[in-house]
């Protein structure tokens, strides 16, 4: 920016903060900058000023009490989320985690055996399938007994997959499935003790009904308290004493 521009940036400065003081000070040239009229302005900023820190500090005090009902409900929700997913984890784990796959069509995870034939799949949990596996000379054949008590037989080529891959998968899906058997039922077992807890997080609302309190109590002094209509006044009366000096009342 050139010599000009810095002029004109400076200009229009100084004519914002002029017509600035003009308007926080009306009545004229001489009321808004002589110091003939400094301790009428400081007389009229004081109660502006008062009255401003009041509100300021009641605000200020309200938004406090406010939060704290929020940070209360929020807690109380957080804790409602928990208690209801931890139980509904119980009750359905999901398939979790990918542990291992053989080619395209079976997948083991945490809690379920996917399985893809004749490009349909089904997702069956791990403590309600088991598996076994034959060979013969040119494939492999994994059995699956699904929930259903129907098998499903998966064949698979030793040129693809060779038969100590298969058996390492069967073997796993195998001892996963006796696993989830225990793993359900000591989930099963921990239902009720989270159905309780959840109960409990729910009918828990001591913090929030003590923050909404607070905010009750907040309000209801600042209601009654004579510090924010008495600095009110006496901007008033400032603004008064003004007027009559200049003949304009300020804002």
Same mark, same amino acid.
């Given at each position: 920016?050139?010599?000009?521009?810095?002029?004109?940036? +400076?200009?229009?400065?100084?004519?914002?903060?002029?017509?600035? !003081?003009?308007? @926080?000070?009306?009545?004229? $040239?001489?009321?808004?900058?002589?110091?003939?009229?400094?301790?009428?302005?400081?007389? &009229?900023?004081?109660?502006?000023?008062? &009255?401003?820190? !009041?509100?300021?500090?009641?605000?200020?005090?309200?938004?406090?009490?406010?939060?704290?009902?929020?940070?209360?409900?929020?807690?109380?929700?957080? =804790?409602?989320?928990?208690?209801?997913?931890?139980?509904?984890?119980?009750?359905?784990?999901?398939?979790?985690?990918?542990?291992?796959?053989?080619?395209?069509? &079976? @997948? !083991?995870?945490?809690?379920?055996? #996917?399985?893809?034939?004749?490009? =349909?799949?089904? /997702?069956?949990? &791990?403590?309600?399938?088991?598996?076994?596996?034959?060979?013969?000379?040119?494939?492999?054949?994994?059995?699956?007994?699904?929930?259903?008590? *129907?098998?499903?037989?998966? +064949?698979?080529?030793?040129?693809?997959?060779?038969?100590?891959?298969?058996?390492?998968?069967?073997?796993?899906?195998?001892?996963?499935? %006796?696993? %989830?058997?225990?793993?359900?039922? /000591? =989930?099963?077992? !921990?239902?009720?003790?989270? #159905?309780?807890?959840?109960?409990?997080?729910? %009918?828990?609302?001591?913090?929030? /009904?003590?923050?909404?309190? @607070?905010?009750?109590?907040?309000?209801?002094?600042?209601?009654?308290?004579?510090? +924010?209509?008495?600095? *009110?006044?006496?901007?008033? %009366?400032? @603004?008064?004493? $003004?007027?009559?000096?200049?003949?304009?009342?300020? #804002?």
């Amino acid at each position: 920016m050139g010599t000009v521009g810095w002029v004109v940036v +400076i200009v229009l400065v100084v004519a914002g903060a002029v017509v600035w !003081l003009m308007l @926080r000070y009306p009545g004229g $040239w001489r009321y808004a900058f002589s110091t003939q009229y400094a301790e009428n302005r400081r007389d &009229l900023d004081a109660a502006r000023g008062k &009255l401003r820190g !009041l509100r300021h500090e009641a605000g200020r005090e309200r938004a406090t009490a406010r939060s704290g009902v929020e940070a209360a409900e929020r807690a109380h929700q957080d =804790r409602v989320n928990q208690a209801r997913a931890h139980l509904a984890w119980l009750r359905a784990p999901g398939r979790g985690v990918l542990r291992s796959s053989l080619g395209e069509h &079976l @997948r !083991l995870y945490d809690h379920a055996l #996917e399985m893809t034939v004749d490009g =349909r799949t089904v /997702e069956c949990p &791990l403590h309600e399938v088991s598996i076994r596996d034959e060979y013969s000379r040119t494939a492999g054949h994994v059995y699956v007994v699904l929930p259903t008590g *129907r098998q499903q037989m998966v +064949i698979v080529s030793p040129e693809e997959t060779p038969e100590a891959e298969v058996r390492k998968f069967v073997v796993a899906v195998f001892n996963a499935a %006796a696993d %989830a058997k225990v793993s359900k039922a /000591e =989930r099963q077992a !921990l239902v009720p003790q989270a #159905e309780a807890e959840l109960r409990d997080a729910i %009918a828990d609302t001591a913090a929030q /009904e003590q923050a909404r309190r @607070r905010l009750a109590e907040v309000e209801a002094r600042q209601k009654s308290d004579a510090r +924010i209509p008495r600095a *009110r006044q006496e901007l008033d %009366a400032a @603004r008064d004493r $003004w007027q009559q000096l200049t003949g304009r009342r300020p #804002e």
